[in-house]
C-alpha cells in the first residue's frame, strides 16, 4: 500500500464513515477504528441504523483526516470499502486485540457483547490520498481490488 | 439544544461530508466549514466528484467532531442536510467573508474563482446531538423544519460497554 496512506491508516484513531440508508441518504458517523493494512475493524450497536444500512448495503466510504495547523500541511484519506460484520469467535478476538492496541481505553474491557455490539471489517478497495505536503491540492488515487470483484471479507 | 448544537459548530472548523455517488456508492471527504447558526457554508470544486453528486441527489450527511481522550468528552454533531449552490450574490459575499473568517489561512489562498469553485451552503434536516458528558452514547435529535425546531431527547447506545470505558491517559 501507499506509504501515506498506511502512515494515515496507521496514525489516527477515528473515521468518518458513511453508509447509505434504504431511502437513498448518506449518513455518516464517527468510529473509533484500527487497521491491519488496508482492513479497516470497528464496533457499531446492533440495534443501530449503520447496522441496518450495512446489511442492505455493504458499500460504505470512509474519512480521515483532522485539522491542519496550516492548509498546506493538510493531509487525508479517503477509501470505498465494503463493510461485513464479523462472526467466526477467533476473527472477532482477532479484531478486539487490534481494537485495544490502538485505543488504550479499552484495554482491561471484555469483548463487548456479540448480541449488542458487532465487529466489523472493511477492506479499502479505491483510496484517495490528499497530501497538501505535495503541493496544493495534490491527490493521488489508487484501487486496491479489481473494481467490482468483491474481496474477501469477513471471518478471519 | 440547537444552542449546544451551534456550539459545537463553532468548537470545530473542519466536517467529514458525505455524498451518494451514481453507482449508489456513499463518497465521505474532509471540508472546512463556516456556520451561520444552524446553515453551513463550504466550498467545492466544481469539478469534484462530490458536486457533481450534489446535483445529482441535494441529500448530504455530516459529521463534525475531533478525537478524544475521555470517551466522557465526546461531543459532536450527525446532520442530515439538504446541499445547494449559493447563487444569491448577497449570500455568497456573506459566505465568503464567514469561511475566510472561521479560515484565515484561505486568505493566502486566491479568492474562489467561480469557474473553478462552487461557495455551497447545507441546511439541516435533522441534527444529532452527541453528548457523551451525560452517559456514553448520548444522543438527542433536533429535527428543522419551517415550522421551527423539534427535539427528540436522548437516545443512549452504549454498545454494551456500560460504564466500563476509561480515560485514556
Redesign the interface.
Known amino acids: 500500500m501507499d506509504r501515506t496512506a498506511a502512515e494515515l491508516l496507521a496514525t ?3 473515521m ?5 440508508r434504504p431511502d ?7 468510529v473509533g477504528y484500527a487497521n491491519d493494512g488496508p482492513d479497516l475493524y470497528f ?3 446492533r ?2 441504523q449503520k447496522f441496518a444500512n450495512i446489511a442492505a ?1 455493504p ?5 480521515i ?3 491542519p495547523p ?2 498546506r500541511l493538510a493531509r ?1 484519506l ?1 477509501a ?1 470499502a465494503r463493510a461485513s460484520e464479523i462472526e467466526d469467535p477467533r476473527g472477532r478476538e482477532e479484531a478486539w486485540k487490534l481494537l485495544k492496541r490502538r ?4 484495554v ?3 469483548i ?2 456479540a ?3 458487532a465487529i466489523m471489517m472493511a477492506r479499502c478497495e479505491h483510496v484517495s490520498v ?1 497530501d497538501y505536503t505535495k503541493g ?1 491540492g495534490h491527490t493521488e488515487e489508487f484501487d486496491l481490488a479489481i473494481r467490482g470483484d468483491r474481496p474477501d471479507v469477513g471471518g478471519r | 439544544m440547537e444552542q449546544k448544537a451551534v456550539e459545537i459548530l463553532e468548537q ?3 466536517m ?5 455517488r451514481a453507482d ?7 471540508v472546512s466549514y463556516a456556520h451561520e447558526g444552524l446553515l453551513i457554508y463550504f466550498v467545492v470544486s466544481r469539478h469534484s466528484q462530490k458536486f457533481a453528486n450534489i446535483q445529482k ?1 441535494d ?5 463534525i ?3 478524544f481522550h475521555d ?1 466522557a468528552t465526546i461531543k ?1 454533531l ?1 446532520i ?1 442536510a439538504h446541499a445547494s449552490e449559493v447563487t444569491d450574490a448577497g449570500q455568497h459575499k456573506r459566505a465568503v467573508a464567514l469561511l475566510l473568517e472561521r ?1 484565515p ?2 486568505r ?2 486566491e479568492p474562489p474563482e467561480p469557474g473553478h469553485s462552487a461557495v455551497m451552503r447545507a441546511y439541516p434536516e435533522i441534527v444529532t446531538v452527541l453528548d457523551y458528558s451525560k452517559g456514553f ?1 448520548h444522543a438527542d435529535v433536533l429535527t428543522v423544519s419551517p415550522g421551527g425546531i423539534e427535539m427528540t431527547p436522548a437516545r443512549d ?1 452504549d ?3 456500560g460504564a ?6
Open positions: 489516527h484513531r477515528i468518518a464513515v458513511s453508509t447509505v437513498g441518504w448518506p449518513q455518516t458517523t464517527f464496533i457499531i450497536f440495534g443501530s448495503e458499500r460504505i466510504s470512509i474519512a483526516g483532522d485539522e496550516d492548509m487525508a479517503y470505498g485505543h488504550e481505553n479499552l482491561g474491557t471484555p463487548p457483547d448480541g449488542n455490539a490528499v496544493l | 470545530n472548523r473542519l467529514a461530508l458525505a455524498t451518494v449508489g456508492w456513499p463518497q465521505a471527504t474532509m441527489d441529500r448530504v450527511s455530516l459529521v467532531g475531533r478525537d470517551p459532536a450527525s442530515a479560515h489561512g484561505l493566502k489562498l452514547g447506545d454498545w454494551g460497554f466500563q470505558l476509561r480515560e485514556v491517559s
